[in-house]
């Protein structure tokens, strides 16, 4: 029955439908299990640093039930996008209901889609990759495929890398240049990969030119279907969807850095690269992104297996504690400044 801990995800899809169902506070359901509730539980049921054994890995990599939950957030998700959006087009919200949908909406993107569409995009096979890309397209990002995937795992943690935020820097300056530079990326990368197969710019195999067709369809046909308040809907629920990847971008690098060797070339990506989190349940709804150290010293490696290393930096809080807290940058510095190892401060290495 353990395998099964990860049904816990879908608890955000249907704070997500108590969201829509709502008026009033209710509106907030979702914002408030996300950064208040699941906070509250990280706390009182504290970490859990253990690894699976070696004779389970294989059998977990092999159990195919790990990768149903992660399908089921196709249907689920787009299942109330549309429920969102007929709710939206046929009643009057105040404007403190309408801040608390947006919220709630953006949450269930960041989490269900962005955050599974993260881990479909690290598959080998098509129709993984093909879901992920999906699942991206409500939270205009599809870009990020691109970028994340042979971009962000390549530069991490040094100064090519638009994702990787830098010491003393603010999240509110890290949306701007994070969300700049990997969009840039993005078309850089996919100009090298068309270079790469000798395909010219217009080849049919130019996604970046897909994914510019493939997110104005989407918003347009929100507007046919449903209404021209669901299309501002959707629009400002995207935005704030890429927005909170981009917080978790903040926290799972923030002040880490790799350095060059004799050769010239940066060193390999090591697990010391990325801030840990080991917080239960934050670790169990967001798919183990948490463990992102591994994740990042090796990326194949699916959900389920991924291993907590005792060298990682680690983050004092879960994940959504942690958004909340870089949303107030002088009190983030004050907590995570210190924890940054001095090698890789600027004043010190430099």
Known sequence: MKDFKYVLAYTVPLMAYLSFSSTGIGTYATVLYAFVILPIFDILLGQD????????????????????????????????????????????????????????????????????????????????????????????????????????????????????????????????????????????????????????????????????LIQPLYLFTVFVVFSSTAFLFAAAIGVIAFLFLECINYIEHYG???????????????THHSWNSNHNIGRIVLYELTRHSDHHFKSTKKYQVLNSHRESPNLPFGYPA??????????????????????MKPSVSN
């Open 49 to 212: 640093n253990t690894n699976l054994p070696e004779n389970e890995v294989q059998s977990k990599k092999a159990n195919v039930i790990f990768d149903i939950m992660l399908y089921f957030n196709l249907p689920i998700v787009f299942g109330l996008l549309f429920y969102g959006f007929t709710q939206v087009s046929s009643h009057e919200y105040t404007t403190f209901e309408w801040v608390g949908l947006a919220l709630s909406s953006g949450i269930l993107l960041a989490t269900n889609a962005i955050n599974v569409a993260h881990e479909l995009g690290h598959r080998t096979s098509f129709v993984e990759r093909l879901m992920s890309k999906i699942l991206y397209m409500p939270c205009l990002y599809m870009h990020f495929y691109i970028e994340h995937n042979f971009g962000h795992h390549i530069h991490v943690a040094t100064p090519d890398d638009g994702a990787t935020a830098k010491y003393k820097q603010s999240v509110y300056s890290f949306w701007i240049t994070s969300v700049s530079k990997q969009y840039v990326d993005a078309w850089k990368k996919q100009r090298e990969l068309l270079s790469f197969h000798d395909r010219s710019f217009l080849s049919f195999h130019n996604d970046m030119l897909w994914y510019h």
């Open 256 to 270: 880490l850095r790799r350095f060059k060797t004799k050769s010239g070339r940066y060193e390999r990506v090591q």
């Open 322 to 343: 942690s958004i909340l807290l870089s949303l107030v940058p002088p009190l983030w510095f004050l907590v995570m400044n210190h924890r940054v190892p001095n090698h």
